[in-house]
């Protein structure tokens, strides 16, 4: 049915109606019965669309605060982990408010956490479980830097002020509450043995440099196991030439 262009009139307010049956316009009740029947469809119709769309943000929300728990502290949440539950518009906005709400941290980029429940209530995890999770999920090596190495092999009394670690990915920051993490790209022969106290040394030996390197092979030539000596020195070809230099000198004269 074509509706006469004078019965709908928009303007004064979004579902504003001109009364047909007026002097001006004329009209039966028929047709205002019919007009104010079709305004309430509208209404309706746009209701049904907002609480639709509340309905979906609730049960995203919902669905990803539940999965945040579920997983062990410093647990990673990427926006691609749902998006059978919705478009990728719909997820980051709910992210976005869900980090708002402080019900999720936004550790960067694409990267969120749960705040982790406490004895004493709620803080950031830890910076151990985030670096942790980085790996498993990324696929990434990430490692302390040499100023870290070296203090916790008694080579220097110096505390490192903030957390740095070498990555195999890329540099980016991490934002935990109050305090930043700051991730670096490293070398390939800085992350080449990993975790093991034989990676430690050469990152130690990296931050000494050239002068006090030879001093803390000495100090450490006591402490280390024989295999972690020899995982040094089947690195050498990977390191720098005053770092290779260095070790060499020190195996020979133990």
Sequence with gaps: MIWPKTVLAFGESPFYVRDPGSQDLGGSSATIDRVRLLQIAVCQILIYISDKGAMTMSHLAENILSAARAMPEGGLLSPKEFLHLGSRAAIDKTLSRLAQEGKLLRVSRGAYVAPHEGRFGSRPPSTESVVQAI????????????????????????????????????????????????????????????????????????????????????????????????????????????????????????
């Excluded at 740095?164 to 070398?187: P, W, Y």
């Design 135 to 254: 790996e498993a999920s990324c696929g990434e090596t990430v490692v302390a830097n040499g100023a870290a190495e070296a203090n916790a092999l008694g080579l220097t009394t110096q505390v490192p002020t903030r957390e740095v670690f070498l990555t195999s990915g890329a540099s980016r920051t991490l934002h935990l509450g109050s305090r930043c993490v700051e991730l670096k790209h490293g070398n390939r022969w800085q992350l080449l043995l990993g975790k093991r106290p034989a990676g430690k040394v050469i990152r130690a030996l990296s931050w000494l440099g050239p002068e006090g390197a030879p001093e803390a092979l000495k100090q450490l030539r006591a402490k280390l196991p024989e295999s972690e000596w020899e995982a040094v020195r089947g690195a050498r070809a990977a390191l720098p030439s005053w770092m290779a230099k260095v070790v060499s000198e020190a195996m020979a004269y133990g």
